[in-house]
């Protein structure tokens, strides 16, 4: 048996929180020189992705995201942190939030700019359901 195998949900919920660090350039952003919301869910869908990943370690696949709240512009020439955290488990779906915070290079203050969640299934070879956990 595998050392995840024998870890509380809580605890895989622990190890499973991921966060990736983006700079934020001009060739991802509109003509208002912020980031592309398009872009910012691809980044929420991946950082969600791999979190569901190291959570279950199995094939997962999305299956939709809910509601994202954009309430800060992302300007070119920032930092987002970018943080997935598993937040339900259901027998064959995880839900996992994601969160981007916004950081100016220069400065030490940081504020969140979009928040959603995202619903994956867990899925076999054959693209059937399975259980997330076991």
Do not use: W
């Amino acid at each position: 048996m595998s050392d995840a195998a024998n870890l509380s949900v809580a605890e895989r919920i622990k190890q499973s929180e991921t966060h990736i660090f983006k700079a934020v350039f001009p060739n991802t952003t509109n003509h208002y020189d912020t980031l592309y919301g398009g872009t910012a869910m691809a980044l929420m869908d991946e950082v969600a992705f791999i979190a569901g990943t190291r959570f279950c370690r199995k094939r997962l696949v999305t299956v939709s995201s809910d509601r994202i709240d954009f309430t800060k512009p992302i300007p070119a020439g920032t930092i987002v942190e970018l943080i997935g955290k598993v937040v339900h488990v259901g027998r064959t779906s995880l839900k996992i939030e994601v969160e981007i915070f916004v950081e100016q290079m220069y400065e030490d203050h940081r504020e969140l700019a979009i928040k959603g969640t995202f619903t994956f299934v867990a899925i076999d070879e054959h693209k059937n359901p399975v259980p997330v956990l076991g």
